[in-house]
Structure formats: C-alpha cells, structure tokens
C-alpha cells in the first residue's frame, strides 16, 4: 500500500479499530490492523518501526485533547500466568450519552455496568430546550471564542433532542462595529488561557492615548457592556490588569513548548470578581469617597432593579437614598449628569460643589440658549 | 491556526457528520454546512477525506463507512461504530455551561439555581473531560437581578403571549402601565431592549428592560406581522425607531475623541475633535448621551435639541 494517509484518516481508523473492542488489544495489533501504522511496520525495518510507534503515541496525545482518551491496561494472557500491556477505548468513554426526553429532572446517566454499552441520561423538556437555547446563544454572542464549539455542541445534542420540537427564543445581538475584527484576537486569547500561555501585545489604553507593549498571563475573557474583556496578570505592571479586547494590536503566544504551561493561575480566580464593575470603582482604592444621592420616585424603583449603590432609606414619597463607593469623582458626576434630575447628589460638600462646577461648565457651552423646555418626545 | 488543530477541528466534524449524515440516509450539502458553520467547500474536503479511505481499505475491512455523492447531496452509511456522536470535548462542554451561564444570568434566583445545576450536571454525564476547571476563566455580565425581566420576556416572545408592563419613563413622576407584544429581545450597546408592539400607542415601540419595574405575563396571544422587519431599528450597533427620527449634530471634544473614534469608527476633525451626526428617536436618550461626556460635548444643532440640554440642567441641582 503506498497511498498517502492523512492524520485524520489515521485517526478515524485508530479510533474504528479500538472502540467497542472488549478484549484490550495490544500495541502490535494495532500496528499491523491500523493501514497507516502498517504501511510502515511491516516493513519490518527497525527504524520504521519505531518512527511509526512514536507516531501512534503522539496520536494518543492528540486525540486525548479531544476528549478520547486511549487508556492503557494491564491485561492477562495465558490463563492469567502473564499480564501485557493492552489498549482499550470503550463505547461507554467515546460516545455521547442516550439523550432521552422525560418529565423527570435531576436523573444523571444510568448505571450501566457493561463499560461498552453506551449510557442514557434523561432530561425534562425543560432541560432539554435550556441546553439547546444555551448554545443558540453562545453561537450568537458577538465575537464568541466559544461559537465553534457551541455550534458542533449543538449538532450532537440535536442528533437525540429534534430541534424543532423546541422554537428559538427570539433573541437578536445588534454587532457593534468591528465585530468580525474581533474574532481572531478572541480565539486566540482563548487558547491561550486554556493552555496557560503567555501573549504579548500592543495595548491602546483608552486613558494613556498611545500604545503600550504588554506581556500578559491571560487568565479569563468576560462579556460585558457590549464589550469583550481579557484579565491576566501583566508582567510589565506585576498585577493584574483588564483590557479591552477591542483595543489590543498585534497580539502573539507564546509558541515555545506548546504543551507545557508557562504559569499558574492563582487557585482562588475568578473572573466574576472583575464583572459588574463601574468606572467609578476602578482606580486607587486609598481614595475612597463616599457618595449620597437621591432617587426620586420612581427612578428609586430603577436604581433598585439594576442595583445602583446600596440602599439606605426609603422616604414617604417613594424616593430612595442609596450610598455609593467611590474610587474615581468624574465618571460618576458624569452619570448622574446623565440621570437629568432623577438623581441628586446629596454629599459631601465638596462632591456637590464638584458636580455644580461640572454643570456650570455644560451650561456655559449653551449660553447663547434663551428659551428652554422644548418639547419631548413620547416612547 | 496550527496543523494540528485543524487536523482536530475536521477529525471533530467528520466524527460528529457520519452519524449525522448515517441517521438520515442522505443530506443535503449546503444544510450540512450551515450546520456545521463551514463553507460547502470544507464540507467537501471533510468528505473527500472519507471517501480516500476506500482507496486504501480492503473491502469490507475495519469499521465500514460507505459515502455516496451525488450532485448537491451525500449519502453515509455506517455499518459498525460512528454511529452516535462521541462525547462533547471540554471545549464544547465549556460552551455548553457558558451558554447556561448568559440564561442564568437573565434570570431570577430561583431559575438560575435550576440552570447553573444543568450545567453541572451535563458537564458531569456528557463531557468526555468536564469542563468544570475551565468555567471559572469565562464570565458574563448579570443582567436577571432579583425578578429575571428579561428571561420572562424571552419566554412571553416565544410563546407569543402579550405582557403588562410597568415602565420607568425618565423625567416621570410613576411608572407607566403598558400592555405589550414582545416580537424580538434585542442587546445593543450593552443593554437589552424589546421591541414590541404598544397596546396604548398602537404601534412598535422600544422598551429597555432595566427600565421595566414590573411585568406580568399574560393569557392572551399575538402574531408578529408579516412585515415586521427588526432589520427598520438597528443599525451601526445600535437600537433605534425608525419612524419620527432626526438628525442631531453633536461635537465631541479632542479630550474624549479617542472614545467615540474606537466606538464609532469615525475619523477626528483637524483639531482633533469629532462631529457626529446622530439618527436620534427620542430626545431623552439624545440629553443623557450628551450629558454623560460633561463639558465634553456639546449639541451643535438643531436649536430645539440646544434648548433641551439647557432645560435638563436646570433639574439637576437642587
């Protein structure tokens, strides 16, 4: 046989070859049985042999990056006086399990004993639609690292749940401008977090107004506001940073030993712990001020649905005084510039006279206006 | 991308297509694509890369995959394994639970217990490697609060069922009392929205969710009109109405012009300041988008929407 086999090929017939087997099989089977492998084995030629043996471990690693993992087995031969090292994949590993449709919920795979019979595993309608509207959605999230993966996802649960049983819900995600750009950067950040590899890139920090050259530990991506964020470890400031993905240039990873991490991420991580933060909070936290502003009714019910500051009092006409925690003065006077009289700034001093210099300095832009109060407009 | 992983990336597909293709007997080429997101052309080679095998396959040897093509259409059949898809790999079981993180995180406690429980277990049952390790390096934005709004419009759009709503109009002394049709759930800028057809107005109208205090589900059902084009409000990454709009010129200082050339994709003046013209609906959201950038930037036209400015900051001090 002198066809040239590719990697996909050698792995499809690896795979055919192994799974489901009851028996393990051993190295020299595999060898002679796999059309690859044989091609070169059965020349009987030394060197061959053993480039085609390191060939099939490396294959063993790559597949187990997919999630097949070959197990290697001590196995009884003669009467069970000899053990030799024997290789298995069973039905029960490789393949999916049984999705079935039921009312119950919470039942995990059956208990099959037999490793080659391929489990079950029940799920509620309602589990059922969960799973599929979550991968729906992680496909349309603009710039997605995930949506390949959501999308081959969604192909495997459709092969036992039918779709179409389920409606979509109707959700659209309004890309903003440069989405597509975004793509490359994102994936690649991902990969780089699940191998633990170093990148390094040009940074436009938005506050700097020039570009920087980072050396990062990436150690999560989060959505947020529209936006894609990476929070890794920059070496150059030794602490941990966020960064916009929308503003990092000329990204690269580390391409050096691929397979081995170049850090740890601190065990306790958790990149929930960067999300939901305002601009107010970001910045040197020995500059703590803290914030008084009023509600009135019924923006008080608005600044309570989206959890703006913390609650102190309610008064009788509805409004609400809630509290915040200030490390940066001008992103939030801007805010509640923003809130055009739902909000007043209670305190301290010295914040309400910064807010009055800020709005003297608007009103000066509108100096030449004589008449307001125009009229507005109905939702 | 590396050899390798576009080695990975088509064995994952070819896995997954056999018995998608074997179940059916038969399937069409282009909806396989759009399946797998791939161009027909991949589609080919990942086929093609089935049907070499044969070349080298005695007849009948090893696992048996038989591939026909016709014209527009390819036919599998698998005689021994393949015949189910192989367990999700971590990156798809990461997938999995991140997409059961964003409708948690639409929705009210209770539910998101519900989810975050799934994605634990079909981490667990489908996983060939859980993912588990992964999840915490992946996050979303909350948006499900105490009362979940948007999963409970989510749903009442898809059942098509019409909603009462109390909606916090700024600059309102009480919450408006709306009965509405919600046709689409829509995230621009960072916010969801739904546009809806309005009971009280008579016609589509866009609600922001954080601005819906109280929602109730209704009995009664609607169809969305056939001409119904979510296409007439968006537009450059952002919701608007399309009817009654007009055009607002608004300059931004060279102090924040580096934010509105990343967002916009605009080019700065000569001075370094940039001039937008906006699509503006409602004058509200025109005033708080001024207000927010402070002396940063200034309405330059028309008159009436100068006026309005000034007339907002008069409410704004006590």
């Known amino acids: 046989m002198s066809e040239r086999i590719s990697k996909v090929q050698r792995w499809l017939d690896l795979v055919a070859y192994l799974i489901g087997r009851r028996i393990p099989v051993t190295v020299a089977d595999i060898m002679e049985n796999v059309p690859a492998y044989a091609q070169k084995w059965c020349s009987g030629d030394e060197t061959d042999q053993a480039s085609v043996r390191r060939t099939f471990e490396r294959d063993k690693d790559e597949l187990r990056e997919l999630g097949i993992t070959i197990e290697t087995v001590k196995h009884p031969i003669n009467y069970g006086l000899q053990l ?14 049984e999705l079935k449709l039921g009312a119950g919920t919470g039942s995990g795979a059956s208990k099959w004993t037999d490793k080659n019979r391929v489990p079950g595993i029940e799920l509620s309608e309602d589990e059922a639609q969960a799973a599929l509207d979550a991968l729906r959605r992680l496909m349309e999230l603009p710039a997605s690292p995930l949506a390949r993966e959501a999308r081959t996802a969604y192909v495997k649960l459709a092969f036992d749940i039918d779709p179409d049983r389920f409606a979509p819900a109707p959700v659209l995600y309004v890309e903003p401008p440069g989405t597509a750009a975004l793509l490359a950067v994102l994936g690649q950040l991902s990969d780089a977090i699940i191998a633990r590899k170093r990148v390094t890139f040009r940074y436009n920090g938005i506050y700097r107004g020039e570009a920087t050259t980072r050396c990062v530990a990436p150690y999560g991506l989060f959505f947020q506001h529209g936006h894609w964020y990476l929070v ?59 914030a008084e502003v009023l509600f009135r009714y019924p923006a008080s019910l608005w600044a309570e ?71 507005v407009c109905d939702v | 991308m590396s050899k390798t992983m576009t080695a990975q990336e088509q064995f994952d597909r070819l896995t997954t297509l056999i018995p998608r293709a074997a179940r059916s007997g038969s399937a069409r080429l282009d909806e396989l694509a759009r399946e797998f997101g791939i161009s027909a052309n991949q589609l080919m080679r ?130 408006e009392v709306r009965v509405i049709s919600p046709y689409l759930l829509v995230y621009a800028e960072g916010n969801w929205y739904t546009l809806a057809h309005c009971g009280e107005r008579g016609a589509v109208r866009v609600f922001r969710a954080d601005r819906i205090c109280g929602i109730q589900t209704l009995e009664e059902r609607f169809e969305v009109p056939a001409d119904f084009d ?75 929407y100068r006026e309005l400015i000034r007339s907002s900051l008069a409410s704004i001090l006590p």
């Not at chain 1, 024997?86 to 393949?95: C, M, V």
């Not at chain 1, 170049?262 to 601009?279: I, M, N």
């Not at chain 2, 699509?279 to 950038?293: M, S, T």
Request: proline share 7%.
């Open chain 1, 84 to 97: 030799i090292d024997g290789y298995i994949l069973t039905r029960r590993a490789y393949y999916l399990p």
């Open chain 1, 232 to 290: 890794g470890h920059d070496d150059t400031r030794d602490a941990i940073r966020i960064f916009r993905v929308a503003r990092i240039e000329g990204l690269s990873a580390n391409q050096r030993a691929p397979k081995t991490p170049d850090f740890e991420v601190p065990p306790d991580f958790k990149v929930d712990t960067y999300l939901d933060k305002k601009a107010w909070n970001l910045g040197d936290r020995e500059a703590l001020i803290r």
């Open chain 2, 230 to 304: 979510p296409a007439e409000y968006v537009g450059g990454g952002r919701i608007f109405r399309a009817e009654r709009d007009e055009e607002v010129i608004v300059r931004y200082s060279p102090a924040i012009a580096r934010w509105i050339v990343e967002r916009e994709g605009v080019q700065p003046e000569p001075d370094g300041s940039v001039v937008l013209r906006h699509r503006v609906a409602d004058p509200r959201w025109l005033v708080r988008h001024v207000l927010q950038y402070g002396a940063e930037a200034e309405v330059l036209g028309p008159p009436r």
């Open chain 2, 46 to 175: 990942d086929v093609q890369e089935l049907v070499t095998r044969t070349h080298y396959h005695p007849a009948g040897s090893v696992e048996g995959i038989y591939v026909g093509q016709e014209q527009d259409r390819v036919s599998i059949w698998t005689t021994g394994e393949f015949h189910r898809p192989r367990r999700l790999s971590t990156r798809e079981a990461l997938a999995l639970a991140l997409g059961l993180r964003i409708l948690a995180s639409e929705s009210d406690p209770a539910r998101r217990e519900e989810l975050e429980a799934l994605a634990r277990k079909l981490d667990k049952e489908l996983a060939a490697a859980p993912a588990e390790e992964l999840t915490p390096h992946y996050g979303v934005e909350d948006h499900g609060g105490r009362t979940g709004i948007i999963a409970i419009l989510q749903e009442a759009a898809r059942e098509r069922r019409r909603c009462r709503i109390e909606y916090l109009k700024p600059g309102l002394t009480a919450p």
């Open chain 1, 305 to 375: 649905r989206c959890g703006h500051g913390e609650f102190v009092e309610e008064r009788d006409d509805g409004s609400v005084v809630r509290a915040f925690e200030l490390y940066q003065v001008d992103p939030f006077l801007r805010w509640l510039l923003s809130l055009t009289g739902d909000a007043q700034l209670l305190g301290p001093p010295e914040l309400v006279a910064e807010l009055q210099r800020l709005v003297a300095g608007v009103a000066a832009l509108y100096a030449d206006v004589d008449h307001p109060a125009a009229e």
